[in-house]
């Protein structure tokens, strides 16, 4: 996508109106309309001017949207209707955390559409208000990019990736007992793993390298991420793996214990889920012995990457606190 993010001038503000009508009256479909009508009056007479703007254009050059930030707050995020889908949002909140180091975001807790694409890109709800900034019945969900954090155990040590951990990696992921216990192509290169730990164990929060305290060695991987399979902001899904080498020894059942802590003491999650394949008894047995219910059988849920398709057992643990 070839787009450009510029600061914005009030010859924009115009057209940036627009887009932002546009834009709430497809999404933030709880507004009354004297209330759209009270809040337009306020963006462009105070609004806009309160905070700095930056506006991405699409391949034509016209504006597909718009961000406002403040010092240490996304203030504003809209995109035209016909613009959505496209990665715009996406990347002006990748501007916004990159260049500008903000990691605060304000959201209408009715507005679900937007509480999913802040969830997928890491945001975190860390408050709740009752009404709005103008004081209206409107609750607002205070979210924010939470850095990883070091976790501890007993005997492991639970630290973010970095690249040189792409050897140790590759050491254990081009295994085929890993990769088809889970569904992906076991690794073939170091390079492949460096652009995974980049990419994938790097880019996104609350994934974790399972180290030995006694040693400093990596032996697996363990994260608590977005579930696609549930449209709830206050639930995440945990995954795992770990060497063959280190299987048996209760590794991953005291890996799984602590961000089950984490999850609902610090994320304050309602409810944590787990997916895995019928004929991977460890992994069923690590669930059951850590307090998962089994409950269900998701049929021909997916692919994976030689053909094969498989169920997915569905498993959950609540948090009891809730």
């Given at each position: 996508?070839?787009?450009?993010?510029?600061?914005?001038?009030?010859?924009?503000?115009?057209?940036?109106?627009?887009?932002?009508?546009?834009?709430?009256?497809?999404?933030?479909?709880?507004?009354?309309?004297?209330?759209?009508?009270f809040?337009?009056?306020?963006?462009?007479t105070?609004?806009f001017?309160?905070?700095?703007?930056?506006l991405?254009r699409?391949?034509?050059?016209?504006?597909?949207?718009f961000?406002?930030?403040?010092?240490d707050?996304?203030?504003?995020?809209?995109?035209?209707?016909?613009?959505?889908?496209?990665?715009?949002?996406?990347k002006?909140?990748?501007?916004a955390?990159?260049?500008?180091?903000?990691?605060?975001?304000?959201?209408n807790?009715?507005n679900?559409?937007?509480?999913?694409?802040?969830?997928?890109?890491?945001?975190e709800?860390?408050?709740?208000?009752?009404?709005?900034?103008?004081?209206?019945?409107?609750p607002?969900?205070?979210?924010?990019?939470?850095?990883?954090?070091?976790?501890?155990?007993?005997?492991?040590?639970l630290?973010?990736?970095?690249?040189?951990?792409?050897?140790?990696?590759?050491?254990y992921?081009?295994?085929?007992?890993?990769?088809?216990?889970?569904?992906?192509?076991?690794?073939?290169?170091?390079?492949e793993?460096?652009?995974?730990?980049?990419?994938?164990?790097?880019?996104?929060?609350?994934?974790?390298a399972?180290?030995?305290?006694?040693?400093?060695?990596?032996?697996?991987?363990?994260g608590?991420?977005?579930d696609?399979?549930?449209?709830n902001?206050?639930?995440?899904?945990?995954?795992?793996?770990?060497?063959?080498?280190?299987w048996g020894?209760?590794?991953?059942?005291?890996?799984?214990?602590?961000?089950l802590?984490?999850?609902?003491?610090?994320l304050?999650?309602?409810?944590?889920?787990?997916?895995?394949y019928?004929?991977?008894?460890?992994s069923?047995?690590?669930?059951e012995?850590?307090?998962?219910?089994?409950?269900?059988?998701?049929?021909?849920?997916?692919?994976?990457?030689d053909?094969?398709?498989?169920d997915?057992l569905?498993?959950?643990?609540?948090?009891?606190r809730?």
């Amino acid at each position: 996508m070839n787009t450009q993010i510029n600061k914005a001038s009030e010859n924009d503000y115009d057209k940036l109106l627009i887009i932002w009508e546009s834009s709430v009256r497809s999404s933030h479909h709880f507004l009354k309309e004297e209330d759209i009508a009270f809040y337009k009056t306020m963006i462009k007479t105070h609004y806009f001017s309160a905070v700095d703007l930056y506006l991405i254009r699409n391949e034509k050059g016209e504006i597909a949207g718009f961000t406002g930030l403040s010092a240490d707050l996304i203030e504003m995020l809209f995109i035209a209707p016909e613009e959505q889908g496209k990665g715009y949002g996406k990347k002006l909140i990748e501007f916004a955390i990159k260049e500008k180091q903000i990691k605060k975001v304000d959201v209408n807790e009715q507005n679900t559409a937007a509480l999913f694409f802040y969830t997928r890109i890491g945001f975190e709800i860390i408050g709740r208000n009752d009404t709005d900034a103008s004081g209206k019945p409107y609750p607002i969900l205070h979210m924010q990019i939470i850095d990883t954090p070091i976790l501890e155990t007993k005997r492991l040590l639970l630290r973010p990736f970095m690249e040189n951990d792409a050897e140790d990696v590759f050491s254990y992921c081009q295994n085929p007992n890993l990769g088809n216990n889970a569904g992906w192509q076991p690794h073939t290169t170091i390079k492949e793993s460096l652009t995974i730990t980049r990419n994938i164990f790097m880019s996104q929060s609350n994934i974790w390298a399972i180290v030995l305290k006694s040693s400093g060695k990596l032996i697996g991987c363990a994260g608590i991420i977005t579930d696609p399979k549930r449209q709830n902001v206050r639930t995440r899904m945990i995954g795992y793996w770990l060497g063959e080498e280190h299987w048996g020894k209760g590794y991953i059942s005291e890996a799984v214990q602590e961000l089950l802590r984490y999850g609902f003491n610090t994320l304050h999650l309602h409810l944590i889920s787990a997916y895995c394949y019928p004929h991977n008894l460890r992994s069923r047995h690590v669930l059951e012995r850590n307090g998962f219910t089994y409950e269900g059988t998701l049929r021909q849920s997916e692919q994976t990457y030689d053909g094969h398709i498989y169920d997915e057992l569905c498993y959950y643990i609540e948090n009891n606190r809730t």
